[in-house]
């Protein structure tokens, strides 16, 4: 027993000896619990939509996936603890659409946007939606809108945080409208979805996924979505620009970023295993019923994406008035 024990070992080792250190490495791959930070509050869409993916690793991988929420200051907090955390594979983390924008608005994020982070792969795009309390008496975007000019200076508008995806999403719609109205900032979509129903604000721009329950149970009325369709599970709704503004368009999407020296075979390893994932029927129809749509693409690809990304929405927001705090 001794003796096949030891040829078993020898040749364990003269196979991991004969793999490429990048493949034996991604092999070894994973040995301890890994966590996903998302720098939002749980309920939100970045918590939401990581939540299923988080599930699907662990069964993959064979080690724990964890989520912890680290909210505030549109997401810098949590994604710091990303950037400076061990480039090893063992710290993700999820942003939104409002990661490339944070320059823009905050003056001293501690890491670099682009830099300090390597794309390990997008997870979802979504639908945002614009939302009013039923007691504002308003059901159409035009009446929303008709109803901020003949008051100027006295809307207020709820998002998750400033930098986050719902305030790019609410800013291209209030320019687009031509209301004036002030951005009231909150650690994430519910707080602001409280605040909406509440009628302490009087609009609130937020991921589809968030807002979905509380459409259906008569607590807010769906305005429009951002997307330039109609999404199938919520037909009644029309699109932003069938409301008349299709220069309030969004596309609002979720991915996965790990530190920028995590080793490219532990990012490969990780994004097959999240697209086997996203491809499954049972996540496709998990996402749908949240109005969310599963984007498959390389890290290489993910990355390009996020810096046009990059470049096009920090000019968005430049363009709206946009100042660092």
């Not at 364990?12 to 509050?41: D, E, M, Y």
């Not at 975007?141 to 998002?159: C, D, H, I, Q, W």
């Not at 599970?233 to 503004?245: H, L, M, Q, V």
């Amino acid at each position: 027993m001794k003796r096949r024990t030891l040829i078993s070992s020898a040749l364990g080792a003269a196979t991991l000896a004969s793999l490429p250190i990048g493949s034996a490495r991604a092999q070894a791959f994973p040995n301890k619990p890994i966590r996903i930070i998302v720098p939002f509050t749980p309920g939100s869409a970045t918590d939401t939509m990581s939540r299923p993916i988080a599930e699907r690793l662990t069964a993959a991988l064979g080690q724990p996936v964890t989520i912890e929420n680290r909210a505030g200051a549109g997401g810098t907090i949590g994604m710091n603890v990303v950037a400076k955390a061990p480039a090893d594979g063992y710290t993700l983390g999820v942003i939104s659409t409002g990661h490339v924008v944070n320059p823009v608005l905050y003056s001293n994020i501690p890491y670099d946007t682009l830099k300090d982070f390597a794309g390990v792969a997008p997870l979802a795009s979504l639908p945002s939606v614009l939302v009013v309390s039923p007691s504002l008496g308003v059901k159409t975007v035009r009446e929303l809108v008709a109803m901020a000019k003949a008051k100027p200076g006295s809307f207020n508008y709820a998002t998750a945080g400033v930098g986050s995806a719902a305030h790019i999403s609410a800013e291209k719609f209030r320019v687009a409208a031509g209301i004036d109205a002030v951005h009231v900032p909150f650690k994430g979509s519910p707080e602001s979805l409280t605040e909406t129903m509440g009628g302490r604000t009087q609009f609130t721009v937020t991921p589809l996924s968030s807002a979905a329950g509380h459409i259906k149970e008569g607590r807010l009325i769906a305005l429009a979505v951002s997307t330039p369709t109609r999404v199938p599970a919520f037909p009644d709704i029309p699109t932003i620009a069938e409301a008349g503004f299709p220069k309030g368009e969004f596309n609002f999407w979720v991915g996965l970023l790990a530190p920028a020296a995590t080793p490219r075979d532990i990012v490969a390893r990780l994004n097959d295993e999240i697209n086997k994932a996203l491809r499954t029927p049972e996540m496709k129809e998990r996402f749908a019923r949240l109005g969310a749509e599963p984007m498959i693409m390389t890290p290489g690809e993910y990355d390009a994406f996020l810096r046009d990304e990059y470049n096009v929405l920090t000019e968005v927001m430049r363009a709206a008035g946009a100042k660092p705090q």
